[in-house]
């Protein structure tokens, strides 16, 4: 099969299963009245996802399997970190409206970086999160097909550009609060990005 040499407008419905080690667990679906839209070339989605849908044609259908090192890599315990509960802080009182176990939270270290954590615990003084992807240590296992497969408007990839540099949500809707469909591990879309 010929590879598609441009940026592909990518709208995929699909069934998404977790392995542990003893238990498969369902994760998500994405559906084809709220797909999972992405554009290729742009590292929105995990790499052996983006190969196994991108030259499928409207319609193709896919079922496939990432190993825990293709999706997220192995759980890491150096990366559940305890952070100062002043961190959390707003004008001196702790935010306990967004900050308890269990909450998904926005961080951003000193270069400015972008990532998200669960918060596993709360003291007095520390606030514990994990910083590991929800599907870390996890094989990943899809089952769908592809509701839109064509070339990228220059406005879409303008939109998924401004998107990647923390300009809203890049899913080309220009109305998020409508169209979009967020979550807490990615902008738009599904969590296996």
């Known amino acids: 099969m010929e590879e598609k040499k441009t940026n592909q407008y990518m709208e995929v419905a699909y069934t998404l299963y977790a ?20 554009i290729s070339g742009f590292g929105i989605t ?24 293709q999706a997220y890599g192995d759980y890491d315990e150096e990366r559940v970190v305890e952070l100062e509960r002043d961190i959390f802080s707003i004008n001196g009182r702790f935010d306990h409206e967004n900050v308890f176990v269990d909450a998904v939270l926005p961080l951003q270290n000193e270069e400015g970086q972008r990532f ?14 994990d910083l590991n992807h929800p599907l870390a240590g996890k094989e990943l296992s899809f089952k769908g ?11 879409e990839i303008k939109s998924f550009i401004k998107a990647m540099n923390g300009e809203g ?25």
């Open 19 to 38: 392995a542990g080690e003893k238990t498969l667990e369902f994760v998500e679906e994405a559906t084809d009245e709220k797909p999972f839209q992405f």
């Open 46 to 69: 995990l790499d052996d996802f983006e190969k196994q849908v991108v030259n499928l044609e409207k319609g193709g259908t896919f079922e496939f399997k990432l190993t825990k090192e």
């Open 116 to 129: 998200f954590g669960k918060v596993l615990e709360i003291t007095d003084s520390h606030v514990k999160i």
């Open 145 to 155: 097909h592809i509701v839109e497969n064509r070339e990228a408007t220059e406005d």
């Open 169 to 193: 949500c890049g899913c080309g809707c220009d109305d998020c609060e409508d169209g979009c469909h967020h979550n807490e591990n990615s902008g738009c879309g599904h969590c296996h990005h």
